[in-house]
């Protein structure tokens, strides 16, 4: 494909690619990896609505159970245009049940446990709702870990002081520049490699491993010049 058709055709394509909201006004995304930063900046504008009706007076449990009430009307997708960010809004909810939880251990571990139970009605509702079996499994992946979450957070500084955690921070850290990076160099490495090695040749366990390999290396290249300092910036 020539580098000119992945360029925009208007400016509202590219405007809309920049401001990162392309879904909702009918334009396809210019950069692969650009799908979860769209769903982010939905959720963002989504939320800070909630808060600024919540400062208008509107109930805190009022808002909540819009929310939960939203992410059941969610599983009824696959959602297009302007309800595009309803396709991952369950998942967002399962996030903030875990957080909504966590904090609600420090007064009451009833409350905290009930704020997680609301869970299983998303799941249940999910499976008989959900277009596609991968839909499914995502949900329940997603509450599974929900539940790991909130159950290990009283166990949260014994794990992060452990010697096999503390080197994964080191990746965490350098983690969303992999992310942003990882298509266009270890993705593509990999499927050059599959059209020039038969799937059963041994080369496979070197070149697949290797380019997961480079993809940390310029993952890292790029935190240090690019996002580090954009951070403080």
Known sequence: MPIIANLP????????????????????????????????VGFYILVAFGLYLHKQGVPRVVLLSGGFGLALVAMMGPWKGIYFILNFWPEFVLGALVYLGIQATQRSMKVAYLLMTASFPLLIVGTFTLPTAGHK??????????????????????????????????????????YLTHVFLGLKLVNLSSRLIKSDSLWNWVVQPSAWILSVIFAWIFYKCVEKPLETW
């Open 9 to 40: 055709k208007s400016w509202g394509e590219t405007w809309a690619n920049l401001l990162l909201v392309e879904p909702y006004f009918g334009y396809d995304p210019l950069l692969l990896v650009s799908w979860s930063l769209v769903y982010e």
């Open 137 to 178: 499994w995502q949900l329940a992946t997603v509450t599974f870990f929900a539940w790991i979450l909130f159950l290990l957070y009283p166990f949260d500084q014994k794990i992060s002081n452990m010697i096999v955690v503390r080197g994964l921070g080191w990746l965490g850290v350098i983690s969303y520049s992999l």
